[in-house]
């Protein structure tokens, strides 16, 4: 079985971005299993906690270290990534070791706006490989979100789920590999 982790980039308990997390979870192959990360408990990142990371900080590492690959499904704001998600990218790069370095990375995301969250993926893919990490190329997946993107029951319309369920086959590969 494949260990795939995932990060909700969103603090809201509405959030777009979980209810795709969702919808690429349910449309995960069998061979894979989807675990959710979280990062809504994480203190904010400062250097003097280096020498005694607190234990909220260490077991979210520690969740990290246990999978085989990890993906960002995180919305954008003002045209980069949330302040939650960098703050999350610190504390793996940093107390006494990287959880970054050769982890398997995959990165998507929601927003309302008509490229989807290309703006917050392209930073992301900027900032993410020198810290070592493993980044799949292609495909990508921006959802573009309407009304009536998701639906109640968790669900999406069928072309979401299609690349939905595309793009976490391709992920699955990815790790595999
Ligand atoms: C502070 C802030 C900045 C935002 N900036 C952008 C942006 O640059 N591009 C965009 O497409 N949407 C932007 N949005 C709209 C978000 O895409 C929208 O709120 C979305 O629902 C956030 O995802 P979530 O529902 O998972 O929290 C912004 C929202 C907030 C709160």
Request: charged share 20%; proline share 6%; with cysteine.
């Amino acid at each position: 079985m494949t260990r795939i982790g995932y990060i909700v980039g969103s603090l809201a308990p509405d959030s777009i971005n979980r209810k795709l997390a969702r919808v690429i979870a349910d449309q995960a192959p069998q061979r894979a299993e989807m675990v959710e990360i979280s990062i809504a408990e994480l203190p904010l990142y400062d250097r003097h906690l280096d020498a005694d990371f607190p234990s909220v900080m260490t077991e979210f590492k520690e969740q990290v270290a246990a999978v085989d690959g990890l993906l960002l499904v995180t919305p954008e704001h003002n045209q980069s990534f949330p302040a939650p998600v960098k703050n999350a990218i610190d504390i793996l790069s940093r107390g006494g070791s990287s959880e970054l370095a050769g982890l398997k990375l995959g990165i998507t995301g929601a927003s309302p706006g008509r490229f989807g969250t290309i703006n917050s993926q392209s930073q992301l893919r900027q900032c993410l490989p020198p810290l070592g990490v493993k980044l799949m190329g292609s495909p990508v997946l921006a959802e573009s979100v309407r009304e009536g993107t998701f639906h109640d029951d968790g669900t999406a319309t069928e072309s979401t789920t299609k690349r939905a369920k595309d793009y976490i086959e391709a992920f699955t590969t990815f790790v595999e590999s």
